[in-house]
């Protein structure tokens, strides 16, 4: 299983980003798929996920800033990130789970992650 993280890099606040994950390995449209970040010196946290379903749940700080998206027929995952802030730098990180499991947003129910992809917002 391979999930590999693109798109990160250093943008100005207010500025837009799209995060790609690229899966292998895995039926992608029966498993559910996260977003995680982990800032500096910090916990990580969720940003947001999407269930095979299509059904998308998103952490406060990013409602209405940030959307999850997926494409099963490329295996891709993505983060389209608008209006970004200096606290959503962090490392990012893609996730993935088979469905049907209980507590989506919880990163402990997920079986496999990414390698990470930087995103640095600059005030």
């Known amino acids: 299983v391979q999930l590999q993280a693109s798109g990160g890099g250093l943008v100005q606040a207010g500025g837009s980003l799209r995060l790609s994950c690229k899966a292998s390995g895995i039926n992608f449209r029966l498993n559910d798929m996260g977003w995680y970040r982990q800032p500096p010196e910090k916990r990580r946290e969720l940003v947001a996920t999407?269930?095979?379903?299509?059904?998308?749940s998103y952490a406060d700080s990013v409602k209405d800033r940030f959307t999850i998206s997926r494409d099963n027929i490329r295996r891709t995952l993505y983060l389209q990130m608008n209006s970004l802030k200096p606290e959503d730098t962090a490392v990012y990180y893609c996730?993935?789970?088979?469905?049907?499991?209980?507590?989506?947003?919880?990163?402990?129910?997920?079986?496999?992650w990414g390698q990470g992809t930087q995103v640095t917002v600059s005030s």
């Open positions: 999407i269930t095979g379903g299509g059904n998308t």
């Open positions: 996730a993935a789970r088979p469905s049907g499991r209980d507590s989506v947003t919880d990163s402990r129910s997920y079986d496999y």
